[in-house]
């Protein structure tokens, strides 16, 4: 017999949540299920997020409502709008074979309207967030005098957010003798008050040690530099390509720097947190749910209590503020059984946080070494090998295009063609990771400056050929191949003649066969484009000076040919953002480190521990 029969649940129910794959009830499920059925007691249950605590009162909701009225009987409050539809769809996938259920989610943000039409129409349960749920009491719209049951779920969340007055407002306008059912991660001071105030004598359930992380998370840091922190955090997520994650930032503007420096840099990635509009946040999370991204990039309050299958990592980009918080972080992940990997990057005052959050989800975490360069590099190559072997291939739409492609192909051994396909798509971080630095705490401090001028690699000229710099670049709206004609029609020359046009953001570096090297001097004198005067200078040659503009023209110059470029100091590709590598994927990463001070890194840095739980609350609701 089907165990939840077993536990009392109707056959209609067993039968949806099996389809959904519901096979045996959680343990929370089990252990709270009998209890809430009997409709008789207030109740706090205490578990881990992911513990299946929506069927665990969703499930006795089902069986207690009467669903041949059409007024509301149970109240679930939540913290946020995307928990909110979330419980709904779950409570209409759990009734799909009971008749006349109606269930409204009611939540801020989107069109009151609609929702007081549903609520007149005719509903049994309401979901609701806090504050449009007493908008929607301040009009008179609803009637609540037939509640039997409130659920407070999340109710640390809800607190936290500064809900506090609202939960009391609304329980107010429910009938006395309803039923209240508290769900909570965890159990901080202020959840034992409101179980005190509004129950009586609950029935308490807690699953799990309370605190304690899902056992079938691992847990890691990386120690790096608060600068290097966005560098190696994409050498995580480059090491491991499947990756579909959640990556957690402290605040919504860090939040929305990181999502917008990924998505420069090439990586399927969206921010979600409480600026966006309401609309906006569905979109991603669509996104996200229909895994058309890789990556959200969230806030703590925007992912509380956010179901997504399958996340393979939670990365605390930064640690939160409360340390509960990473109970919850880590709980996005291993849900239903599975398993996940929590990883935190950290600088070196923050590793006291470590330990102290060790102490509390009762697991040690492992310290993990940002990869090199090079193991990237070779992670990426083995997925690249994989993809091509798993690929699937329609024969019937490719066999007409075989003659083109075979003639394509005639001249390329199939070395060739192997080694070709591969750099399709390999090329971009093997440019990226070339001379890649160490970017782990101890090794940076050791090899201090000396490693850091390799970062920029030095860069020789072909044979024969001399590199020349130029003040003009793809913000200038040059291609490569503009440039290309722009050179040779003002130093009027031929194309061959030109070597490696390397186009940059401020400037160019091109080579120029030696023989033409004068030519292009005497061509480009006093040039303007657009108002401003074309420099060209032997690249390298100036190193260490300041006065680029009047050293002598003119090919006698070749020393600095194939020395180290410097090319930091033309100021013009500053990473601009967390710094560290270059945020242009593909591109490579001279000149890296220079870029600005971190914008999103270290603001933990001069906080060696957690706060308090229980202080300076209420800034987590502006935080948000
Ligand atoms: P919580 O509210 O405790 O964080 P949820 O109720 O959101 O957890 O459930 C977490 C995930 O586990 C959901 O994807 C849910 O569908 C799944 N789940 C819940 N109960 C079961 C069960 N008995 N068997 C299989 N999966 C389940
Ligand atoms: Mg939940």
């Not at 109707?10 to 809430?36: D, H, M, T, W, Y």
């Not at 840095?605 to 706060?611: K, M």
Request: net charge neutral; proline share 3%; glycine share 10%.
């Amino acid at each position: 017999m089907n165990p939840f029969l077993e536990l009392g649940i109707r056959e209609e129910v067993v039968k949806a949540i099996s389809e959904i794959g519901f096979e045996k009830p959680s343990e929370i499920q089990e252990k709270a299920i009998p209890v809430l059925l009997t409709g008789s007691d207030d109740f706090v249950g205490l578990a881990q997020t992911g513990t299946g605590k929506t069927a665990a009162f969703g499930l006795p909701l089902l069986e207690q409502l009467d669903f041949s009225q059409k007024h509301p009987q149970a109240l679930i409050l939540c913290p946020t709008r995307e928990l909110c539809l979330q419980i709904a769809k779950d409570l209409e996938k759990f009734a799909k074979y009971i008749d006349n259920v109606h269930v409204v989610a009611v939540y801020g943000g989107a069109n009151i309207s609609d929702q007081l039409r549903q609520i007149r129409r005719g509903v049994q349960i309401v979901v609701a967030t806090p504050g449009r749920m007493l908008d929607i009491i301040g009009r008179n719209a609803i009637d609540f005098s037939s509640v039997k049951y409130v659920v407070l779920d999340e109710a640390d969340e809800m607190l936290n957010m500064g809900f506090q007055e609202d939960i009391n407002n609304i329980l107010s306008e429910t009938p006395e003798e309803k039923k209240t059912w508290l769900f909570s991660a965890t159990m901080p001071k202020e959840v034992r008050r409101i179980a005190q105030k509004y129950m009586t004598d609950p029935f308490e359930l807690t699953v799990g040690t309370k605190n304690t992380g899902n056992a079938n998370i691992e847990h890691q840091y990386f120690l790096v530099k608060a600068r290097d922190k966005y560098a190696a955090f994409k050498r995580i997520v480059d090491s491991n390509p499947d990756i579909f994650g959640i990556v957690f930032c402290r605040t919504k503007i860090e939040t929305q720097e990181i999502a917008e420096a990924l998505i420069k840099d090439g990586y399927n990635a969206d921010a979600l947190h409480g600026d966006l509009s309401q609309q906006q946040r569905d979109k991603v999370m669509k996104r996200y749910r229909d895994r058309n991204l890789q990556m959200l990039i969230a806030t703590d309050v925007a992912a509380r209590g956010i179901d997504v299958n399958d996340v393979t990592h939670v990365i605390n980009f930064s640690l939160p503020d409360e340390i509960e918080n990473y109970t919850h972080r880590s709980g996005r992940t291993a849900r239903a059984g599975k398993t996940g990997i929590s990883i935190s990057l950290i600088n070196i005052k923050e590793q006291s946080k470590i330990r102290q959050l060790e102490k509390v989800i009762g697991k040690s975490f492992e310290r993990k070494q940002v990869p090199e360069g090079a193991a990237v590099v070779e992670k990426q190559l083995l997925t690249i090998i994989n993809k091509v072997n798993n690929v699937e291939v329609n024969e019937e739409q490719i066999n007409q295009f075989m003659p083109a492609i075979m003639e394509g192909f005639e001249s390329l051994s199939k070395e060739d063609i192997v080694k070709r396909f591969a750099s399709l798509e390999f090329n971009r971080f093997l440019e990226y990771y070339k001379n890649s630095p160490d970017l782990n705490i101890e090794a940076r401090e050791v090899s201090g400056d000396r490693r850091e001028r390799d970062d920029r690699g030095p860069r020789q000229s072909s044979k024969g050929y001399t590199r020349l710099f130029m003040n003009l670049g793809s913000v200038d709206e040059f291609s490569r191949g503009d440039m290309l004609g722009f050179i040779c029609n003002t130093a009027n020359i031929t194309g061959k003649s030109i070597g490696k046009i390397d186009l940059k953001g401020v400037f160019t570096f091109f080579e120029v066969q030696d023989e033409e090297v004068n030519k292009v001097f005497e061509g480009f004198k006093g040039i303007d484009f657009n108002g401003r005067q074309v420099r060209i200078e032997v690249s390298g040659a100036s190193e260490g000076r300041s006065d680029r503009g009047s050293r002598p023209r003119g090919g006698g110059d070749r020393g600095g040919r194939g020395r180290s470029e410097r090319s930091g100091g033309f100021g013009g590709e500053r990473s601009g953002g967390f710094s560290g590598e270059r945020r242009d994927r593909g591109g490579d990463n001279r000149g890296g480190d220079r870029g600005g001070r971190s914008r999103g890194g270290d603001r933990g840095g001069d906080n060696g521990g957690f706060r308090d739980f229980s202080g300076k609350r209420r800034e987590s609701k502006s935080r948000y």
